[in-house]
């Protein structure tokens, strides 16, 4: 670990850093909550950025030319390659500091921004790569799960059951049919030094989270749970309550994987039940109670084996 | 002046590369382009090249790994083939119009099915339209000059565009020629450090790819098409110091033996040796045969290849490449098009040969040179032929 990592005391309300590397006045929807993770992220890491972002929601509302809202450095190039282009930064700038052509002391993080399916599915392998190879750089998933910019059709990070227009409910379908990728599992895999799990309404958790990705020497990957009220048929001020249910009903667990060892951020002693998180939202309306129930039975089993891995290390 | 040495043509390319002090390279390995990255990556294990070799999963990340690279300001570089420019395609497309300068050597070779490792152009055919400077290598002295010129150019800042120089998979890549290589300082005197007008930096914030509305988009594209013309006296001017510094001569289309001539074969590339050996054998058998390459293929040499062609009777175009169904090989289908406003045009007449690694002998451009002289007086029946099928 770095010398700036044991530095970190963390966020707090007293410190919060006062710059707002992206700019409001963008075109994300009402209460998305993609574009405050994006927010609180940028936030922690400061003004000393290269942002990369993969083709999707955020890109878009954030770029309509003449408009930005990118305060710090950003390139955008396709959908499925943040990971390599942050490669490249990342390698041009390791480049430029060894031949004097960019300030040698200068500490400039390179982080990617990429959607669930930018993540999970077509960009899975460019990820990989670019975990494996090492390159110093901070790898932010926005999983709202599912593709939203594209009109809601189902990704790998899609839950078990959701309602999307590739994933409808019908005589034969109860709607997405397939469990959510883990995909901080497959990251953590790698033997990368970081890897965490964050949701805006744990705020603070978030911010110290990608701080200390950042921190670390080396591939860090940061998993946002972020919702989507427009994808997920939600109402807009409920996004920050069901990324708390989330949390609260084990659905989305808050750890950190640091040097391999899993450490759970948030103990859930006394869990909420599923149904609560399920029933707000009109992508789940259809599940019959024995669906919920599988849905109940597989979060528990999840969390032990969550549990498992934090004791058994 | 530096010494003239036998070199497998792949290396002579990764110590050019190395003289232009690239700062990244990103590649992925493919037959016949393996030579160029294995050697580049030797000289940086050595210590002889001061860059960082990002050993990408694949052709997409690696394209896509030197645009982040040439965006932050670091000279990149990258090599590649057939399927693998293939898997290059999505990303090809916005190198030129982010206007980041990459450069790539392309071995080419044909694409599959049925899966091929030996040359022919197809590869880089289906990329005609990326909106990358172009060249054509037609010896192992070529292509490495072509590199110099490729940095040159693409970097200037009136261009700011990728650029490949093409070379034939295994008949030029692999090929050991006599090759100079010139004097460290050659080089420096005649390729300036990369400075773009652009660049990620903390301390100068830009937005790089933001979305193009309806409203930008068509302006947007003029923009890039006009920048790209104009990258056209850059293009000549950089050969035209070319030969100051290094005594080489180099010109967007090469013209053999064509004085007086009344046919013409073509081609780009490799075979051109070949064939100017068969335009000799022809020329003392009396007949009035001359031989056209063109050595830039983007932005196309529209004036010049007009003026090379001016006079002829037949011009015989070879392909190197099929687009099925068309109404010729996508150079066939070009110079037709270049050349139908021209007053006293020539007959093209196409020809496709030489696909997957079939040799095109002396013979074979003999047989096509005939095949332009019965077409001088009455029209092909196709508009296209394919040479060397065997039936």
Redo the contacts between chains.
Sequence with gaps: MLKEWAKFKGFSAKNLPKEEPFAPGHRACQGCGEVLALRLALKALG????A??ATGCM??IS????Y?S?????????F??A??????????????K??G??PRNRR?DVVAFAGDGGTADIGL??L???L??GHDFVYICLDNEAYMNTGVQRSGCTPYGAMTTTSPPGKKSIGQMTWKKNVPAIAAAHGIPYVATATPAFFLDLMNKVKKAALVEGPAYVHIYSPCPTGWGTKGEDSITLAKLAVETRIFPLYEVIEGKYYITRKITKPKPVEEYLKRQRRFRHLTEEEIRKIQARVDAEYERLLRLAECL | MGKRIAKEVSIAIAEAVKQCRVDVIAAYPITPQTHIVEHLSELVANGELDAEYITVESEHSAISACLGSVATGARTFTSTASQGLALMHEILFIAPALRLPVVMVVANRALSAPISIWNDHGDIMAERDIGWIQTFAENGQEAVDLVYHAFRVAEDRRVMFPAIVNIDGFTLSHMIEPIELPDQEQVDRYLPPFRPRYKLDPRKPLSMGPVGIPEIYTEAKKAQDEAFKNAYKVILKAWDEFEEVFGRRYRPVETYRMEDAEVALLIMGSLAETAMTAVDRMREAGKRVGLVRLRLWRPFPLRDFVKAVKGLKVLAVIDRALSPGATGGPVGTEVRSALYQVPGRPRVVNFIAGLGGRDVTVEDFEEMADRAYVYMKKKPKEPYEMIGVKE
């Design positions: 003004m000393n950025v290269i990369i972002s890109e878009i770029s309509p030319f003449p930005t990118w305060r710090v450095p950003w390139l955008h190039v396709a499925e390659n990971a390599a282009v942050a490669s490249g930064v990342e390698a041009a700038l390791r480049a430029l060894r031949k052509r960019f400039v392998q460019a990989s790569g670019a494996e190879r």
